[in-house]
């Protein structure tokens, strides 16, 4: 891990608690913020981007489980650690279920905690990775649903976002009609649709008309593939 993917959140009532997370996990080489109320955590969690969030389920404003919901339905991905002196299989189920993707139980070992910040860290970056792609000054982010080019918008539809996702994940390469087809229609080939073509030429005006450089390339016979200059 490096840069931004350190950054971490612990969402920490209790003084005596919270100087003991931010203190540990300083000396261990990650950039913490702290966040001492719910209200506080959806700000620092909208906000910023972070390797993990440490949440604590008891906060005297607004719920941790709460907390982690309202971020989860407003596309946040970044994963969760709870923490609650609430250890019964019910309560920690609950946690998991509402999005969480670890549970640790007051009191707790600071070893063992940091391992368990530590594994979400790395699972967070995966999901970085699998959530943005990028082709030229195009990027496609998975979990908010917005395509831009330079950091311009652009709007697409269902199966317009479904099918440059799939050549851009497929960048570099030559993807065949039938292939389209089959991943983005779930249809088996048929030579005589003109389905594929209407609707790269709907995208490839959205995306490449008014810019420096076409990403959507037409191979006569074959297919189609996005590349962007070397």
Known sequence: MTGVRRRILVVEDDPETAGQLVESLATNGYQV??????????SH?????YAVMTIDRML??????AVMKRLRESGIATPVLIISALGEIDD?????RAGGDDYLVKPFAFAELLARVEALARRSTTVVKETLLRVGDLEMD???RIVSRRGQEIKLLPKEFQLLEYLVRNAGHVVPRAMLL???????FDPTTNTI?????R????????????????VRGVGYCVRAPC
């Open 182 to 188: 089959q991943h983005v229609w779930d249809l088996h």
């Open 142 to 144: 998975l979990v908010s």
């Open 60 to 65: 005297p404003d607004i719920d941790g489980i």
């Open 33 to 42: 913020d702290l966040a001492t109320n719910g209200n506080e955590a959806l």
């Open 203 to 218: 995208v490839r005006r959205k995306v490449d008309d008014q810019q420096a450089y076409p990403l959507i390339h037409t």
């Open 45 to 49: 969690g909208h906000s910023a981007d």
């Open 197 to 201: 073509d209407v609707y790269v030429g």
């Open 92 to 96: 920690r189920v609950r946690g998991l």
